[in-house]
């Protein structure tokens, strides 16, 4: 169940940003504050620049223009030092998972741990992994090598790596895609689960409209690069307006 | 700066070496009997086999076996770089690293540059030695000469100097082929496509460059000589 916002402390804050890419511009101002404990969906099509917005957050890529302040800081104007160590504030979970494909669950969730917190001892290290593991109920699979995990397995592995750090903010690209159903509510409960039990902020770029709906307290439309919407799922959803309505109606198969 | 990449630079270390070693060690024992081998005919037109090991020992230590371990390396050692890191680029594994507040350039990036560098004086180390064997052998098997006598024929033309030269080159080509696999494997943009490219541009440009490298030092080596 989603969590109740009632803190007005501002986690990530985006002011004016824009990014273009040659000649293309994909954000055209963007302009939004998540606070603590909130869940914000990103939506909007294909090559919208959804996934852009989360890398400029986690400082992958650099605005054009514009302010991203995470916790406070302004991400692009950080020495490398302090991008470093406010990343480790901020999970980012990848649409591919990205788990490194040399080294089994155990270790992919070592590597971060052990480079940021050098003050763990072995079982330190050891209980880390295995909390992690059965926050997201895959210890079974510690020994094994990502090519040897299914779709959303490697999702939640993902998720685990980012937890190790003990996150302030969430970054979930694309969290359902490639998923069925049945691993679709299993990650929607996950997400819903980090809110509660690590208290994050999170923005999830989606398509999905259950995982919009499940998981985030705030929505917000992304439309020829700017946020042409944002509200609660009912309020973004109640528009009239024709772009929302066919995304809402071919995500709740009410098309021909 | 700490933390240092221990374990990672020991395992690109087996892996630029170690794993290296049954190609160069092929390549080099033939490398030595058909360079022998060739050899002979025109040596005993004028009546001087017995300058084989001394002609064989100069033409292996001082550029067949740095220039060929080398070019090797290059295909073996230079694609995998490229095509391991360019597999992590476009699978945004290399994002995943920096995100998680690790530095992806240190993990990756230095340890096998380090690696290539401190492996390939030993690989043509290894590799003379290898083609020296092999020449010992054909020479044996025609002359009767016995160990002791082609190695000291051998070594008696060598000098401090063309050894150094050797492990210098070696130092060179292995840097080369650390920095040319990493940097195009790094950088690697457009998917499987952009893989196959950065493995392939890794192999050429270290080839290219190594040639290039091999004439200025021996030019240089030649003028302090």
Redesign the interface.
């Known amino acids: 169940m989603l969590s109740n916002i009632d803190n007005k402390e501002v986690v990530i804050s985006i002011k004016g940003l824009t990014k273009s890419f040659g000649s293309l511009a994909v954000l055209k101002g963007i302009d939004i504050d998540i606070q603590k404990g909130e869940n914000l969906a990103v939506l909007g099509r294909s090559g919208s620049g959804k996934s852009v917005l989360i890398?400029i957050i986690?400082?992958?890529l650099k605005p054009d223009e514009g302010v991203v302040k995470v916790l406070g800081q302004e991400v692009d104007s950080l020495s490398a030092a302090a991008l470093?160590?406010l990343?480790?504030k901020?999970g980012?979970s990848?649409?591919?998972s990205?788990?490194?494909?040399s080294m089994s669950v155990r270790e992919n969730l070592e590597?971060?741990l052990?480079?940021?917190k050098?003050d763990l001892n072995k079982n330190q290290v050891n209980e880390a992994i295995e909390e992690v593991l059965n926050e997201v109920g895959l210890i079974k699979n510690i020994n094994q090598m990502p090519s040897e995990l299914s779709g959303g397995q490697k999702k939640r592995i993902?998720i685990a790596?980012?937890l190790i750090?003990k996150p302030e903010a969430m970054l979930y690209d694309e969290p359902t895609s490639g998923l069925d159903p049945m691993t679709c509510i299993e990650i929607n409960n996950l997400i819903l689960k980090v809110q509660e039990q690590y208290k994050t902020s999170a923005i999830i770029i989606t398509h999905d409209l259950t995982c919009a709906k499940t998981t985030a307290n705030k929505v917000a439309m992304l439309f020829d690069g700017k946020f042409s919407t944002q509200g609660t799922f009912e309020e973004v959803f109640a528009s009239k307006e024709p772009s929302i309505r066919s995304f809402y109606d071919y995500n709740f198969m009410n098309h021909p | 700066m700490p933390p240092y990449e221990w374990k990672e630079i020991i395992n690109q270390c087996y892996s630029v070496g170690y794993k290296s070693l049954p190609l160069i060690s092929l390549t080099g024992f033939i490398i030595g009997i058909v360079f022998t081998k060739q050899s002979r005919p025109s040596l005993a037109t004028f009546g001087a086999s017995s300058w084989l090991p001394s002609l064989i020992s100069i033409a292996i230590i001082r550029a067949l076996a740095p220039l060929v371990t080398a070019l090797i390396a290059a295909g073996k050692v230079g694609s995998n770089m490229g095509a391991e890191l360019g597999s992590m680029k476009v699978t945004e594994q290399i994002d995943a690293m920096e995100v998680s507040a690790t530095n992806p350039f240190k993990f990756l990036v230095v340890t096998r540059i380090l690696a290539s560098t401190l492996m390939m004086p030993i690989l043509v180390f290894y590799s003379g030695l290898v083609g020296m064997l092999g020449a010992y052998m054909n020479i044996h098997q025609n002359e009767l000469t016995s160990f002791t006598a082609f190695f000291k024929s051998a070594f008696s033309t060598i000098s401090f100097l063309d050894i150094n030269a050797s492990i210098f080159k070696a130092i060179v080509y292995g840097f080369t082929i650390g920095v040319a696999g990493c940097y195009q494997g790094y950088y690697a943009q457009n998917g499987t496509q952009g893989v196959g490219r950065a493995a392939n541009t890794a192999v050429v440009v270290s080839m290219f460059l190594i040639f290039i490298e091999e004439m200025i030092i021996v030019q240089f080596v030649n003028a302090i000589r």
């Not at chain 1, 990205?98 to 494909?101: F, P, R, T, W």
Request: a positive charge; glycine letters at 8%.
């Open positions: 890398k986690s400082g992958l470093q160590a990343r480790l901020i980012f990848f649409q591919s990205a788990l490194y494909d590597f971060p052990v480079r940021n050098r993902g790596r980012t750090l």
